[in-house]
């Protein structure tokens, strides 16, 4: 996992399929991953792009 990307203990992901997901702040070049319904990851979308929540991906 790039040094960039988190474990974090404030985003539920208990409720949630895994994947990426919007960051909760709205800030497009960060996004959330969610794994195994337990570990929420905060992660950076690479330089000169941004977080597409209809493709999960950043574009």
């Known amino acids: 996992m790039p040094d960039e990307d988190r474990l974090v ?3 539920d992901c ?5 994947g990426n997901y ?3 702040t ?3 070049t960060k996004f959330m991953s969610c794994v195994a ?3 929420a990851y ?3 979308c690479p330089p000169d792009t941004h977080f597409d929540p209809e493709r999960g991906q950043c574009v």
């Open 9 to 11: 203990d404030w985003y």
């Open 26 to 28: 709205g800030d497009t």
């Open 42 to 44: 905060e992660r950076n």
């Open 14 to 18: 208990s409720d949630k399929e895994d």
């Open 22 to 24: 919007p960051h909760p």
């Open 37 to 39: 319904r337990t570990n």
